[in-house]
């Protein structure tokens, strides 16, 4: 008894010492309340340099988070308990959070810098006249595919993956809302069709694609892709481009049917403790020549208008990075569909999961 | 005064059952009569015995079937080897020793060798056999599930193994029983508890595997724990979710009760 009593008293000295030490060297470094600000980002989405430039001119301290789906910032940001200053989640997630009263709304006047943003890109369905959100980078849902695997074929629609002769040779990621979308979109359906006997359609349609499917992965698809473990994937734009920069066989395509379009956009969360600095970051990031600095080392679409006149010349002649107005107005955005209507999605795309090769 | 202080002892233990055992089960049991609006119903459950479902059960008790069975195969004569030898915790370490590594470390890692460029194929080609798909196969699903669960069985058997007393086995070759007979009669049900065991902690985890059934087998498989995943990270639908793992949780009891009874018989 005397020992465990020591023990216990031994851990917890221990524990108090390395508090005070941790509150020590915060404090030194300058994260002390009132001048931090803490940033909620998808993981390798920001050029680390920008943020060591923007703690020097403005003397504030950045702490950096990372997550892996909008769901699981979202479950993370409606607990409470965080203090999150800035987010970045997708269009149909930021629906969600304005819905559920989750976010602050921006001051347009402490951000100038947004008269660079592409005006294509303001003012969209999820998120009217930008009250609460400002664009930091777009992008699409197509096609990747490696010209040497699969032939000298050009794949330019969603049916030409139904081709038997790609059998066994096709990655999707296992996203209910891309995969239905892709059988919507070949269909000629809306990918925000909410009619169930289309949604049934699509997914007899889906099943009838098994056979050329080699597997539903997550994340790993951009590995299995470079490493030419298949040949085609579905992928989102800026998989794609990091694909092709470590593989050159591999080419990208929007299928001509049409898909998404999508957005990430900074968000300032309503459990925010410095939105003063919030605000500050929103219009830093938005600067033309950090957002171009930004966009050459993250490789998706930027929104910035005034960014492109810094950057290379053959990057933003790319039409399959930064397709034109023709194009982008057939793409659709995600409309965030309601918890029961997202649930029969994932039911019929589960059902899909399981129909057998 | 003595049974008082000993009470005492057991509040914190109490407290911890209450909080992390008692508790949970009653939410997951609680949450499974809500649907995805937060209204009363038990309608989760009347999906829950649909085709689709269903199919997803008996997928789960199949593969958790073979995967036992096959780990239960490699693992019996591995511990009784494991017996014979002289320096019988360093075996016992260096078989143990890859479970402390982390489960996603080791799949990322047979995705590499089971790829189609990966050592695995380039040892068939030089074999003459020529390369063959086994990512994203049910072989390679349930190779890699034997890997990482037999260290769990291998345990159990050889703990029951080790604690057999060699004078019966020389009594019965004394009385004339042949190797396979002693084995048969003498060994095996001497040992059951053990394989039992082992088959209780290989099969109730292998009812629920969820990241394997992705990295590996590339959602191919789809198992009650994808379906639970799928259900609190994706689609928010906690009711339906909660409802697979009430069913799980009856399951395991089930499988609890039916292998722990005949412990009796033999004490």
């Given amino acids: 008894m005397k020992q465990l009593t020591r023990a216990l008293i031994a851990v917890l000295i221990i524990s108090l010492i390395l508090i005070i030490t941790v509150n020590k060297l915060n404090s030194a470094q300058g994260y002390s309340g009132g001048n931090t600000l803490t940033i909620f980002n998808w993981g390798d989405y920001i050029d680390q340099d920008l943020i060591k430039r923007f703690e020097k001119e403005t003397g504030i301290k950045v702490i950096y988070e990372t997550f892996d789906s909008n769901e699981a910032m979202l479950t993370k940001i409606e607990q409470g308990g965080t203090s999150y200053d800035i987010a970045i989640p997708s269009e149909y997630a930021i629906d969600k959070m304005i819905k559920e009263n989750l976010l602050i709304p921006i001051d347009h006047s402490k951000v100038p810098n947004l008269k660079y943003i592409d005006p294509r890109f303001m003012d969209l369905s999820f998120d009217p006249k930008n009250k609460y959100s400002v664009p930091y980078f777009w992008g699409t849902v197509g096609i990747a595919y490696n010209k040497a695997m699969i032939g000298d074929i050009e794949i330019t629609s969603w049916d030409d993956l139904w081709d038997p002769k790609f059998k ?66 579905l992928v989102w734009s800026g998989v794609a481009q990091e694909i092709m920069w470590e593989n050159e066989d591999v080419e990208y395509v929007v299928p001509e049917e049409g898909s998404n379009l999508w957005f990430d956009n900074m968000v300032i969360p309503k459990t925010s403790k410095n939105p003063e600095a919030a605000h500050q970051f929103i219009n830093f990031m938005l600067d033309p020549e950090i957002a171009a600095q930004n966009t050459e080392y993250v490789g998706y679409s930027t929104p910035n208008k005034g960014a492109l006149e810094y950057m290379d010349e053959e990057v933003i002649s790319d039409e399959r990075f930064y397709p034109d107005e023709e194009l982008t107005s057939k793409l659709e955005v995600y409309e965030n569909l309601g918890k029961r209507m997202l649930a029969y999605y994932n039911d019929l795309f589960l059902e899909f999961k399981m129909h057998p090769k | 005064m003595k049974s008082n202080s000993r009470n005492l002892y057991l509040i914190p233990y109490i407290i911890w059952i209450g909080l992390f055992v008692v508790t949970p089960i009653l939410l997951v049991l609680y949450y499974s009569f809500f649907d995805i609006e937060g209204h009363f119903t038990i309608d989760n459950y009347k999906k829950f015995f649909t085709p689709v479902y269903l199919k997803m059960i008996f997928n789960s008790f199949w593969y958790a079937f073979l995967i036992t069975l096959f780990s239960l195969i490699i693992a019996y004569p591995t511990a009784y080897l494991l017996t014979k030898t002289k320096h019988k915790q360093l075996w016992l370490l260096l078989i143990i020793l890859p479970s402390w590594i982390n489960l996603l470390l080791k799949a ?15 040892f068939l080609e030089v074999m003459g056999i020529g390369s063959k798909q ?70 109730i985890p292998a009812l629920s595997l969820f990241m394997l059934t992705r990295l590996i087998a590339g959602n191919r498989v789809i198992t009650l724990g994808t379906a639970i995943e799928q259900h609190f990270l994706v689609t928010q639908d906690w009711g339906m979710g909660s409802t697979i793992a009430v069913f799980l949780i009856i399951a395991m009891v089930l499988i609890m009760v039916l292998t722990g009874k005949r412990k009796r018989g033999i004490l």
């Fill in chain 2, 134 to 203: 086994l990512l994203f196969t049910d072989f390679s699903f349930i190779f890699v599930s034997v890997y990482i669960f037999l260290p769990f069985m291998i345990l159990p058997i050889f703990n029951a193994l080790d604690e057999l007393n060699p004078s019966l086995i020389d009594a019965s070759n004394d009385l004339g029983a042949s190797p396979w007979t002693t084995f048969r009669r003498v060994i095996f049900p001497l040992t059951l508890d053990g394989v039992k065991s082992g088959c209780q902690v290989v099969f």
């Fill in chain 2, 108 to 122: 990322y890692a047979f995705i590499g060798i089971f790829g189609t460029y990966g050592a695995a194929n380039s």
């Fill in chain 1, 168 to 233: 066994n040779q096709i990655l999707i990621v296992d996203g209910a809302r891309e995969v239905m979308g892709m059988s919507l979109n070949s269909l000629g359906y809306s990918l925000n069709d909410t009619n169930e006997k289309h949604l049934i359609e699509a997914k007899e349609k889906l099943d009838l694609l098994t056979p050329n499917i080699k597997a539903i992965v997550g994340d790993e698809i951009r590995m299995l892709l470079e490493t030419e473990e298949a040949g085609i994937g």
